[in-house]
């Protein structure tokens, strides 16, 4: 008996790694090598290309097609018909399969529906992308970002609730401070 769900309608091909209380939903489908962690929900229409790494916790909704060169870390969102690339410069008349470029979606990231990740970029820890973002360079951590292109407009506590201007959650009354590009927790700080 398998330890995880695929719906009958939907196709696994071989040499592929799915985790323990994953479930596959209606009409998608995961291709040759790639690996889907442990209690990840796959939504209707979803295709997996070879290669790509899905972590545990995933919840990736409907009409989404994640293609070679995305890695996905643990607890990732992504949103109905978000669209990733992976190639810069794509023609359908010249092959190029060795110029796919990673795209890194950081731990507890959520990407909002309808939104386009160019390829080559990170997404960074516990960000927000704003539904219809065009994200055309890295994201920060924590960073809540919208628009064509993407700009951070504030930024996101862990628990999802946008932070105050001193950086704290009025929810769970986490604090962040800023660090390079992005935010860090405060731990064990006064």
């Not at 995880?4 to 479930?23: A, L, P």
């Not at 970002?145 to 001193?166: F, H, I, Q, T």
Request: proline share 3%; hydrophobic share 30%; net charge positive.
């Amino acid at each position: 008996m398998s330890k995880y769900f695929v719906h009958e309608s939907s196709y696994v091909d071989n040499n592929c790694s799915i985790g323990e209380g994953t479930k596959i939903w209606h009409f998608s489908h995961i291709m040759e090598n790639s690996k889907i962690g442990n209690n990840c929900n796959i939504g209707q229409n979803v295709v997996i290309s070879p290669n790509v790494i899905i972590g545990n916790g995933v919840k990736i909704q409907n009409n989404v097609s994640v293609y070679t060169g995305v890695i996905c870390e643990d607890g990732v969102f992504l949103g109905p018909s978000c669209v990733f690339t992976n190639v810069i410069n794509p023609r359908s008349f010249i092959e190029r399969k060795d110029e796919y470029k990673q795209t890194l979606i950081k731990k507890g990231a959520s990407i909002g529906a309808n939104s386009t990740i160019v390829c080559g970029n990170t997404i960074g820890s516990y960000s927000l992308v704003g539904a219809g973002s065009v994200v055309t360079k890295d994201v920060p951590d924590y960073a809540i970002v919208m628009g064509n292109p993407a700009k951070v407009a504030g930024y996101v506590c862990e628990c999802g609730v946008k932070l105050d201007s001193s950086y704290k959650c009025n929810r769970c009354h986490k604090m962040y401070k800023k660090e390079n590009n992005g935010l860090k927790e405060c731990k064990n700080e006064k």
